[in-house]
């Protein structure tokens, strides 16, 4: 095979002769080859969709490398006649002493940016595709020291290497993980190497909270209760946050009625988490509220068996909160930032809330619990009213909350509720950065409607019928808030990926997280949070 590699390197016109030779020595030392370390290290470089068939249109960084292995990539690269295509990958073997592969990536055209009707900036998008294909491509090579060229984008290709080389396999045998990686940003020949390590560091961190978030939903739900989910959180974030978990009876004396009605049919105690970060002093932090139901069997109205271990990720929400923390706290934002997250198990039993049962949320509505499998809203309606006391600035709450956001938006984009049209812009904004799309969805009077009109209580869980299901679980949500910037986020259809994000491997998506992130950054640039 080596001696293949060597023939086509001859076959390569303007090679310099004295490289060959080197390079042959190099590969004939197969001792060497498969002890040394170094042999381990790969690169990764970006080129651009050119039609061209005679020259390669490679990013600054690519090109560098090029130019000190003599023109040998480009060469290589051009004696087959098909142009790189966005998305696809090359390896080459032996170009360089350094590196036992280098691999090119191409990253689309050059010069892409927002996409109106995808509402995303392509450019970005493609960077974390195709760098996170080479990582991946690279990492079944055996190659565990990965470089990656920036590709004129130091964040997006830091995130898109980071978020490609998660794999939750702590549960396997060591023999069936994943390798472990490591990799770094290829900053030698840039002009400006500590901003480029500092973008290369906001990318990872950005990928990490991400990370956190899939890694609790993916968690099966025996091994992640309420208690066990809130030990996490303290342990991930107690050094930037203060952390508290409070329990059951802290619920009871709070008149959480509507939380704990859901909570009742489990053997799994409660938890409500509150956490806060102080990265400036202020006295109206940006409030974050999540969902966190560890397993949703549906209660008394339980689902279907198929696809039930799929409840585990019910908690989406209050990971997509933990990660946001995660990474708001290391990249030290400047905001002020509580979290509120009701934790519980949805479980049927002699002691679990039953069909028509009516139950009194915090603010002394009472609710008549139609289908005990709409617990969601349930916990959040107590959870909201809560974070109302502390003079949030904005409250955004996210939510694994109905099927029929799945059907009407799938993964396509996480759909957000909300009465203001500022907030809405700023985290359109940000989701546009991030690739993790959302999208708008009304909350009118009609929906409304369906919720308050009860035959024994002052709102119903189910809004009577089907029809418009995630439009009447923000209806019902909006009857627990008063704030004047309040942004509900389902995020149910978005909650998996099956091959979607390209970027994202099988499995718990933690969508939306960056973008939540993002949005988080922005606000931290208004004065007063
Ligand atoms: N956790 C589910 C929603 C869900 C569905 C999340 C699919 C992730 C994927 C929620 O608690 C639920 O069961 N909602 C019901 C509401 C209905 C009974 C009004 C639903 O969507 O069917
Ligand atoms: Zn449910
Ligand atoms: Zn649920």
């Not at 010069?111 to 294909?133: F, H």
């Amino acid at each position: 095979m080596a001696a293949s590699i060597v023939k086509r390197v001859n076959r390569v016109k303007k090679l310099n002769v004295s490289h060959i030779s080197a390079r042959y020595k190099f590969l004939t030392g197969s001792r060497h080859f498969s002890t040394s370390k170094q042999w381990n290290k790969a690169l990764v470089l970006g080129v651009y969709e050119n039609e061209s068939t005679d020259s390669i249109d490679f990013t600054g960084t690519a090109r560098k490398f090029d130019e000190k292995a003599d023109g040998q990539i480009s060469q290589l690269l051009l004696t087959v006649k098909k142009p790189l295509k966005c998305g696809k990958t090359r390896t080459l073997h032996a170009v360089d002493p350094e590196f036992s592969s280098v691999l090119v990536t191409c990253i689309g055209k050059r010069g892409e940016g927002y996409d109106e009707l995808e509402t995303v900036d392509k450019g970005r998008e493609s960077i974390r595709a195709a760098v996170a294909k080479a990582v991946l491509q690279l990492r079944e090579l055996g190659e565990n020291e990965i470089e990656v060229d920036s590709c004129g984008d130091t964040e997006a290709s830091a995130e898109g290497c980071h978020l490609a080389l998660f794999s939750y396999d702590d549960l396997k045998a060591e023999k069936s993980r994943k390798p472990a990686v490591r990799i770094s940003c290829a900053t030698r020949y840039s002009q400006d190497k500590n901003s480029m390590e500092k973008e290369w560091r906001k990318g990872a961190i950005l990928a990490e909270g991400q990370n956190l978030s899939r890694r609790l939903m993916e968690m099966p739900a025996n091994l992640l209760t309420p208690t066990k989910f809130a030990e996490i959180v303290k342990e991930q974030l107690a050094d930037k946050c203060e952390v508290l978990v409070r329990d059951k009876d802290w619920a009871e004396s709070m008149k959480m009625g509507s939380f704990l009605s859901v909570a009742r049919g489990s053997v799994e105690p409660p938890v409500f988490l509150e956490i806060e970060y102080k990265g400036r002093q202020s006295d109206s932090p940006l409030a974050l509220v999540g969902k966190g139901v560890t397993f949703d069997t549906g209660g008394i109205s339980i689902k279907p068996s198929q696809g039930m271990d799929a409840m585990r990720g019910d908690m989406g929400g209050a990971a997509c909160v933990a990660g946001s923390l995660l990474s708001v706290s290391k990249l030290q934002l400047p905001v002020h930032v509580k979290a509120f997250i009701p934790l519980c198990e949805n479980m049927p039993s002699g002691s679990a809330t039953k069909p028509g049962d009516v139950v009194t949320a915090m603010n002394g509505k009472t609710i008549q619990v139609d289908n005990t499998d709409a617990e969601g809203r349930l916990i959040l309606a107590d959870a909201l009213c809560y974070s109302e006391q502390f003079n949030p600035s904005l409250i955004l709450d996210m939510a694994t909350l109905t099927g029929a956001i799945d059907v009407a938006l799938g993964a396509g984009a996480a759909g957000v509720f909300t009465n203001s049209e500022n907030m809405w812009n700023k985290l359109q904004k940000a989701s546009v950065r991030s690739g993790d799309r959302v999208w708008r969805m009304p909350l009118f009077n009609h929906y409304t409607k369906k919720i308050t009109e009860c035959q024994l209580a002052d709102l119903n869980n189910i809004g009577g019928s089907r029809s418009g299901g995630a439009c009447t679980a923000a209806a019902f949500l909006k009857e627990f808030v008063n704030n004047k910037n309040w942004l509900h986020l389902d995020i149910a259809g978005v909650m998996s990926n099956s091959g979607d994000v390209a970027y994202l491997g099988k499995g718990m998506s933690g969508r939306p997280t960056r973008t939540v992130i993002e949005f988080i950054n922005l606000m931290s640039k208004e004065t007063n949070n």
